[in-house]
């Protein structure tokens, strides 16, 4: 059996990211791992001109933000052992750097399930994670966004997960 001692949860906070979170809490409880919640903020793009400061947030208040839901987070799971981080930088490359960083032996995060067009404008976070993750990978697809729900990586399935 996989010895997992670390578990890493990437979230943006959206409902895929939720049903990760679940997931990811009670394989933590089962494993006795450590869960390590991680929360990526993407630099602003330049603004397009002229400049328009309403509605625009600074990475400071983004950052502050982000802390408190990652708190809320942690404060219903008293029962585990979790910790935070919040990165700044390109998603993907940064849940990969922190899962590295701190021998992570799994990453349990959310997909939006996104195709065609949307797939290929937007890209998958959730795919280059898998790409470039040191570490196995379950990927939770919100549930209204398709039947299947759960997918796994093939490392995550080859492990019996």
Excluded at 11 to 39: G, M, P
Aim: net charge negative; glycine share 8%.
């Amino acid at each position: 059996m996989l010895a997992i001692n670390t578990i890493l949860h990437p979230t943006d906070f959206s409902d895929a990211a939720r049903h990760a979170f679940e997931l990811a809490c009670s394989l933590a409880s089962q494993h006795r791992a450590k869960l390590l919640l991680v929360h990526v903020i993407a630099p602003p793009a330049p603004p397009p001109l002229p400049y328009n400061e309403a509605g625009m947030g600074t990475i400071e208040e983004d950052a502050e933000l982000a802390y408190e839901r990652l708190e809320e987070m942690r404060s219903g799971k008293s029962q585990i052992e979790i910790e935070y981080v919040l990165a700044e930088g390109a998603p993907a490359d940064e849940i990969a750097r922190v899962a590295r960083e701190v021998g992570a032996d799994l990453i349990v995060m959310g997909t939006h399930g996104r195709t065609g067009l949307a797939h290929l404008a937007m890209g998958s976070v959730a795919e280059k994670v898998v790409k470039a993750a040191p570490c196995r990978v379950i990927s939770v697809r919100d549930h209204d966004a398709g039947a299947d729900g759960l997918r796994n990586n093939e490392e995550a399935t080859a492990a019996g997960m």
